[in-house]
């Protein structure tokens, strides 16, 4: 008999410290306010422990004392908040034709918003310039995230061939020596996946796929029970390059329809596109939901994608197919993983 021995990572008490620190600051900024004993119970760390790291974070100006909670007796506990001045964050949309700003505060509302012009044909060096006006105004600035419309492996662009001048660039490795941020960079269909997953209540065993025709190409953004999929090479979501037929990928097919100059002809072409990839993802990880943009297509565009899509594979397994607001859903999820980057920050 070979006994398997497994191999539990080692956790140093500073590892621990940053731990037990990550989930109070994740249960205040839940829960909003809480007591030292509510704290305890909710996160199952001993009270002496929530009691001793909760006096520091005070100290440190992470946490405020905010009041009296209610007492069942003798003292009345005090009870703690996060204090929204302590660190601010920096969410960056890039699109082609601008750059969208949200600058959030330690409890995670929105305390600045801006449009200022593209930076992805320019280059890093405009980018870094509009980064730099945002840290002069926000000296608490901890946290960098950015969303990119190409592929993204570990803070580095390794699919983006509209921008020649972000080919192969590390946003992560340049930003986080140039300005000593936290910074995390993610592909746009997965954020905007995220933002839509987060909003209808992130039930883990949920598999999603939200598809966005969009001014750089369709890109799709994907969850399977509950996990962003990413892929090998992190090439997951680059849908343009799907073979629909023998001569046509999913990119060439659209492009194909768009030439015709009948509107009527030209759309239900696009449909039978849609469709074709439609019954690609049912047939392949067969989701619950697919999202798409609601200012793309309408409810009754997809009551025709979904009859085509019968067509093609046993109508009962086909998903349910949906419009949302895509652009509400992008800035959700940049917003989402803003605060959890912040909450995370040692």
Same mark, same amino acid.
């Given at each position: ?51 001793? #790291? &909760? ?5 440190? %100006?992470?946490? !405020? =004392? /905010? ?7 003798? *003292? ?38 801006? #449009? &200022? ?5 320019? %280059?890093?060096? !405009? =980018? /870094? ?7 002069? *105004? ?209």
């Amino acid at each position: 008999m070979v006994v398997k021995i497994i191999k539990r990572p080692f956790v140093n008490p500073k590892m621990m410290g940053e731990m037990i620190r990550h989930q109070i600051r994740a249960t205040l900024y839940s829960v909003k306010e809480s007591t030292k004993v509510e704290l305890a119970q909710s996160t199952g760390i001993s009270f002496p422990t929530i009691s001793k #790291t &909760l006096d520091e974070m005070n100290d440190s %100006g992470e946490v !405020l =004392l /905010t009041g009296l909670g209610l007492s069942s007796g003798g *003292r009345r506990p005090k009870t703690y908040k996060l204090n929204p001045d302590y660190m601010t964050g920096l969410a960056v949309c890039l699109e082609k034709d601008f750059s969208s700003y949200l600058i959030l505060n330690y409890e995670g509302d929105i305390i600045g918003r801006e #449009t &200022l012009p593209g930076v992805l044909q320019a %280059g890093p060096e !405009l =980018l /870094t310039e509009q980064i730099e006006i945002f840290l002069a *105004r926000f000296p608490s600035m901890r946290v960098l995230t950015l969303g990119v419309p190409g592929a993204v492996n570990n803070g580095r662009v390794s699919h983006m061939p509209d921008y020649e001048r972000f080919k192969d660039f590390n946003f992560r490795t340049f930003y986080e020596e140039r300005f000593s941020l936290r910074v995390q960079v993610e592909n746009d269909m997965n954020t905007t996946v995220i933002g839509y997953y987060d909003s209808i209540g992130s039930d883990d065993s949920l598999s999603l796929v939200y598809l966005y025709l969009g001014k750089n190409g369709p890109g799709a953004g994907i969850i399977v029970n509950g996990h962003v999929v990413r892929g090998g090479t992190f090439f997951s979501g680059e849908v343009s390059y799907v073979p629909l037929s023998d001569t046509q990928n999913f990119m060439q097919m659209i492009d194909a329809a768009s030439a015709i100059q009948d509107s009527n002809q030209s759309r239900s072409k696009l449909m039978e596109a849609i469709s074709r990839l439609v019954a690609v993802f049912t047939a392949t990880i067969n989701p619950h939901i697919i999202i798409f943009c609601s200012t793309e297509l309408t409810n009754l565009d997809l009551v025709q994608i979904r009859n085509r899509g019968a067509s093609l594979v046993p109508e009962e397994n086909l998903p349910k197919l949906v419009v949302s607001d895509w652009k509400q859903d992008y800035f959700h999820g940049l917003h989402q993983l803003t605060v959890g980057s912040m909450l995370a920050a040692d």
